[in-house]
C-alpha cells in the first residue's frame, strides 16, 4: 500500500457533498467516476516539463473546477502517459485529482505552495506512522524497536517512503525523482493504481486500485465523489 495514517485522514471522513459555487450540475453517482474532459494530443516526450503543453486545457478545467494550472496539468500529463503505455488501464485525471485533493487539496496542505515547476513546498509530510490509532506502524531504514524512528508519507500523493522508491518515476524530465513534485508524483500513482486495479475502467478494477492506494472504503467513496465532481466541472 502507498501509504497509512494520510496527512489528509481528515479529509476523507467529510462528508459526500459539494461545496462549489456551481449546484446546477448534478455529480454523478458513477463508479468508477467519470474520466472528465479529454485531454488534447501532445508531444509526450518533448524536452523538459512537457506537461505544460496542456496549459491551455488546464486553465479551462481550472476555471470550473478550481483545481491549480500546474496540478491539472500534471494529472492530465499522467493519465494521457499511461494511455499510451496501458492503454488498457483507462485511468482518467479525474481520479488523480480526487486522490490529490484528499491527500494535500492538490499540494497545498499546511500552508504549502505549488510552484510553477510542479515543486510543492515547504514539503508535505505525514504525520509519523507510529502505531497510533488510524495509523499503520512502519519503522524507518535502520531504526530499531528500541529507538524506534517511524516513517511518515510523502508530497501531494502522499506516498510511503518505501513505495515511493520502487514506483517512483521522473515525470518532468529534470532528471530527479522528487515525491514533492507533483508532475512525479502524479505519474507515480497513475503508474501503481494501473498495476494494482488492471481496468480502471471497470468497477472492480477501479475500487481495487484505490483500496490498495488506501484500505478505506470511506477513503475510496471520497475520491470517488471528489472525481466524479472535477468531471462535470464542479468545486468540492
Known amino acids: 500500500m502507498t501509504r497509512a495514517?494520510?496527512?489528509?485522514?481528515?479529509?476523507?471522513?467529510?462528508?459526500?457533498?459539494?461545496?462549489?459555487?456551481?449546484?446546477l450540475t448534478p455529480v454523478p453517482d458513477d463508479m468508477p467516476p467519470p474520466a472528465g474532459a479529454p485531454t488534447p494530443a501532445i508531444d509526450l516526450d518533448a524536452p523538459g516539463r512537457s506537461a505544460i503543453q496542456l496549459d491551455s486545457w488546464a486553465q479551462e478545467q481550472h476555471a470550473a473546477t478550481g483545481i491549480p494550472v500546474v496540478a491539472l496539468e500534471a494529472y492530465g500529463y499522467a493519465a494521457a502517459v499511461m494511455a499510451r503505455s496501458e492503454p488498457e488501464c483507462g485511468i482518467g485525471w479525474t481520479t488523480l485529482a480526487?486522490?490529490?485533493?484528499?491527500?494535500?487539496?492538490?499540494?497545498?496542505?499546511?500552508?504549502?505552495?505549488?510552484n510553477d515547476d510542479g515543486t510543492v513546498a515547504p514539503p508535505i509530510?505525514?504525520?509519523?506512522?507510529?502505531?497510533?490509532p488510524g495509523r499503520a506502524?512502519?519503522?524507518?531504514?535502520?531504526?530499531?524497536?528500541?529507538?524506534?524512528?517511524?516513517?511518515?508519507?510523502?508530497?501531494?500523493?502522499?506516498?510511503?517512503?518505501?513505495?515511493w522508491q520502487r514506483w517512483g518515476v521522473d515525470a518532468n524530465g529534470d532528471g530527479r525523482i522528487d515525491a514533492d513534485n507533483i508532475d512525479d508524483a502524479a505519474l507515480t500513482a497513475a503508474r501503481y493504481l494501473c498495476a494494482m486495479g488492471g481496468n480502471l475502467t471497470t468497477v472492480d478494477g477501479?475500487?481495487?486500485a484505490l483500496l490498495t492506494y488506501n484500505q478505506s472504503t470511506t477513503y475510496?467513496?471520497?475520491?470517488r465523489y471528489r472525481a466524479a465532481?472535477?468531471?462535470?466541472?464542479r468545486k468540492v
Open 98 to 114: 480526487g486522490i490529490a485533493s484528499v491527500e494535500s487539496h492538490h499540494g497545498s496542505h499546511g500552508g504549502s505552495r505549488l
Open 206 to 208: 477501479w475500487q481495487k
Open 137 to 163: 506502524r512502519i519503522l524507518d531504514v535502520g531504526s530499531t524497536e528500541a529507538n524506534p524512528v517511524y516513517v511518515q508519507a510523502m508530497g501531494p500523493f502522499q506516498f510511503i517512503p518505501e513505495t
Open 5 to 23: 495514517g494520510l496527512v489528509g485522514t481528515a479529509a476523507a471522513l467529510v462528508l459526500l457533498t459539494g461545496c462549489g459555487a456551481d449546484h
Open 220 to 223: 475510496m467513496q471520497t475520491v
Open 125 to 132: 509530510r505525514g504525520l509519523p506512522l507510529d502505531g497510533s
Open 229 to 233: 465532481a472535477y468531471s462535470v466541472g
